[in-house]
């Protein structure tokens, strides 16, 4: 049933602690009947920090002059794919900043049958790599990716445009979320939420998208200003607290509304939050995404500040992570791809 848009806006507009409390109890109710309370893990491979777009809210936007660039190199991304599959993560995302080059898209396809190699086919791969062109992603999906996250970011035309240059649309993201679908991919997409002018009718407006879509994961947080970018202005006033808050709103939400789709618990939360992604868990999220790039490389990949782990090693996020998810009472999906249930459904 579609979701009523003036019960999500009364949801989302809970501030009352007891309120959010229930809240995210009946999320988690919602979540063990649906999904269950298995944690699934895709490590994380944050390819490359170069991004030909401009996104006024991001920390590696091609207009911040201010870092490194770096790219891994196919060895070594091979490698980080080893380690995840040795650690019986079932799953792992390759994700990097935006590039359509023809060298970008064959360094991918490379990688991706490479990795289907390594792990005889074993190990499930989600790629989050911006827009790219019809043919680009069934290229990636014929060399065996079959999962794809592509945040729409917003709904809301006059916000998307506020936050984007000129030449960003929001319609051919949507076009390429099409795209992703009619290729045969399980389809994920997000948006933050606590962005400059944005209200919880807006946000409720992106979770009838999400339905109306059809979409099979999320993968959504709270907007945190960056010092180096255009909105840096928006530093001093930011709250932590009220952004964890609004981040785990939206997650327990989107479980009531959306019932049997993945959900992830984004490393943002844990940015305001030492125990911000287990929050995550407990509101509704069964996904997490756990870092596995090289420690030497993760300074150059702050999307936004505050990011956790940027000193742990994967070997050492790993052991803490188990502990975290075993100290609320749920277990980990390990050698298990962990897709989502939405889309067999969907499919039957
Ligand atoms: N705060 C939170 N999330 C951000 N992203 C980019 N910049 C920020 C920020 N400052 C998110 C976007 C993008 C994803 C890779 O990171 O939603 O899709
Ligand atoms: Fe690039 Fe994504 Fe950052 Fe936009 S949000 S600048 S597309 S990495
Ligand atoms: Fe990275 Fe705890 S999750 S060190």
């Not at 390429?176 to 409720?204: E, F, H, N, W």
């Not at 907007?223 to 808050?245: G, M, N």
Request: glycine share 8%; net charge negative; charged share 25%.
């Amino acid at each position: 049933m579609r979701p009523d848009r003036n019960e999500l806006i009364r949801m989302l507009s809970l501030q009352d602690q007891d309120e959010l409390d229930d809240l995210y109890k009946q999320a988690y109710e919602i979540k063990k009947q649906q999904v269950g309370t298995k944690v699934y893990f895709r490590g994380i491979i944050e390819l490359s920090n170069i991004c030909s777009k401009n996104c006024f809210y991001c920390g590696i936007r091609s207009g911040n002059p201010d870092f490194k660039r770096y790219t891994i190199s196919m060895q070594e991304a091979l490698r980080e794919a080893k380690w995840c599959f040795d650690q019986r993560y079932g799953s792992l995302v390759i994700q990097a900043g935006e590039r359509t080059d023809e060298a970008w898209v064959d360094f991918i396809t490379e990688l991706v049958a490479g990795i289907k190699e390594l792990s005889g086919g074993k190990l499930g791969m989600t790629l989050s790599l911006g827009e790219q062109s019809e043919e680009v992603y069934a290229r990636w999906f014929e060399a065996g990716a079959h999962r794809y996250l592509l945040r729409i970011e917003t709904t809301n035309q006059e916000l998307y445009k506020s936050l984007h240059p000129a030449d960003h649309s929001l319609e051919y993201r949507l076009k390429c979320l099409r795209s992703l679908r009619k290729v045969g991919y399980q389809v994920g997409t997000g948006v933050m939420i606590g962005l400059p002018g944005q209200s919880m009718a807006d946000i409720a407006d992106d979770i009838l998208f999400f339905f109306d879509e059809d979409v099979d994961m999320l993968g959504m947080g709270p907007y945190i200003p960056h010092q180096k970018t255009p909105l840096k202005h928006l530093v001093d006033s930011f709250d932590p607290e009220l952004a964890l808050q609004l981040g785990l709103k939206l997650i327990a939400v989107c479980r009531i509304a959306l019932k049997d789709i993945n959900i992830a618990t984004t490393t943002a939360l844990q940015a305001l939050h030492p125990e911000g992604r287990e929050l995550g868990l407990l509101a509704g999220a069964n996904v997490l995404m756990p870092n596995i790039t090289n420690t030497e490389y993760r300074d150059g990949y702050q999307l936004y500040e505050g990011k956790p782990c940027l000193d742990e090693n994967a070997d050492q996020c790993i052991n803490c992570l188990s502990r975290r998810i075993a100290s609320i009472g749920e277990s980990i999906g390990f050698d298990e791809w962990g897709d989502s249930l939405h889309f067999f459904k969907r499919k039957q």
